[in-house]
């Protein structure tokens, strides 16, 4: 039998396995039509939770239900497609390759402006290509660098990644 971890302040297991059924019932409802049982379900969750937890939960419910229905690029693609007509707000919402600016990134780190990185983050969910824009920029970069230095950049990401080792 494998033991369940519990960090601070998580949930057992046994509720957050309620909680999910209780936001299961509540996107059938949805689903449904039904608006008196989503209305009622919806009371209930929220008398139960906080917000942040109830919308955590129907995060989950629903990436479980795109992974289970799509294969992993087509369930992104319905995602993006899905972000790209939501109506339009504060923060647009970046999803594709054109929009990721991997060199505003890199000057914003670059600055430390902290609040415009942030801002870039919060505003690319689909993380995909500013991630591969930023790779790109650091293997053009890398012939730039002196050996050792890249040696001790390799050495550090190495000691961060590895595992704790036992103490005796």
């Known amino acids: 039998?494998?033991?369940?971890?519990?960090?601070?302040g998580?949930?057992?297991a046994q509720r957050v396995e309620e909680a999910?059924?209780?936001?299961?019932?509540l996107l059938l409802a949805f689903r449904h039509g039904n608006q008196v049982a989503f209305d009622a379900a919806l009371d209930?969750?929220?008398?139960?939770?906080?917000?942040?937890?109830?919308?955590?939960?129907?995060?989950?419910i629903a990436a479980e239900a795109v992974r289970k229905a799509y294969a992993p690029a087509v369930g992104d693609k319905v995602l993006r497609a899905l972000a790209r007509r939501a109506p339009k707000g504060d923060i647009g919402v970046l999803v594709d390759e054109e929009s990721a600016d991997a060199a505003r990134l890199i000057e914003a780190v670059r600055g430390g402006q902290v609040a415009a990185v942030r801002q870039l983050v919060a505003a690319t969910p689909d993380t995909t290509f500013l991630l591969g824009g930023l790779l790109q920029a650091v293997a053009m970069m890398l012939p730039l660098l002196a050996e050792d230095e890249i040696d001790e950049v390799v050495a550090e990401l190495r000691l961060r990644q590895s595992p704790v080792p036992a103490t005796a």
């Open 1 to 8: 039998m494998v033991a369940a971890h519990k960090l601070a």
């Open 10 to 12: 998580e949930l057992p």
């Open 20 to 25: 999910k059924g209780r936001a299961a019932t």
């Open 44 to 60: 209930r969750l929220l008398a139960e939770a906080a917000e942040r937890e109830v919308v955590s939960l129907l995060a989950w």
